[in-house]
């Protein structure tokens, strides 16, 4: 048990590790010399944990996903009208993204020049998975409340995706100067006024 305990104390070790460097270093590329020093440890060391760099960035894909999505299912838990679902939302991909900005390098692909081809996939599905839960939450609307997506739920969820896409490119090619956060009410404002309408029951 208790090498267990070490041996996963020293894998989130070496994953806080990255993402700091990743905040820290902008644009820069890290190498696992460069890594292991900042863990303290040989790359020999690094490589017990983990069998490639490719697998240390899938590391932190799958602690992103792990914690937005578990979030996510919270609050399709605890709230119920659609809007709210897709502001709450949006909120949490937001302020995570602004929180995480060496996790922002991952999502942008900024960090992965060079890497293989499977880790952008796996940043793909990631933002994919947003797109479906939007989608989702629209096409509910309907059923739940009587409101109507006002284009098609397909449309709407991508454009809630690329607008978190793009506040989270902005916030690493700006090298953390803008904030995803920055003006989000005011823009949450506009973009609340085209989701959903009332049914038109004379039609």
């Not at 299912?73 to 949006?90: F, G, P």
């Not at 998975?129 to 409101?147: D, H, M, P, S, Y």
Request: charged share 25%.
């Amino acid at each position: 048990m208790t090498d267990a305990t070490e041996k996963m104390s020293r894998r989130d070790q070496i994953l806080q590790a990255l993402a700091h460097m990743l905040e820290s270093n902008p644009g820069g590329r890290i190498t696992t010399a460069s890594l292991a020093k900042e863990v303290g440890v040989s790359e020999a060391a690094l490589y017990r944990h983990f069998p490639s760099k490719a697998k240390m960035f899938e590391g932190l894909i799958t602690f992103i996903e792990d914690t937005l999505f578990s979030r996510i299912s919270m609050i399709l838990k605890d709230i119920q009208t659609a809007e709210q679902r897709c502001e709450r939302t949006l909120g949490l991909l937001l302020t995570f993204a602004e929180k995480n900005p060496g996790m922002c390098r991952l999502l942008s692909g900024d960090a992965l020049a060079g890497e293989t081809d499977r880790l952008r996939k796996r940043i793909d599905q990631v933002f994919d998975r947003f797109e479906v839960q939007f989608k989702q939450i629209l096409r509910e609307a309907e059923l739940r409340e009587g409101l109507l997506p006002q284009q098609t739920p397909t449309a709407l969820a991508n454009l809630l995706t690329a607008v978190i896409e793009g506040r989270i490119r902005q916030y690493v090619r700006t090298e953390f100067a803008v904030k995803p956060t920055d003006h989000w009410p005011a823009q949450w404002a506009v973009l609340s006024q085209i989701l959903l309408k009332e049914k038109d029951l004379n039609a």
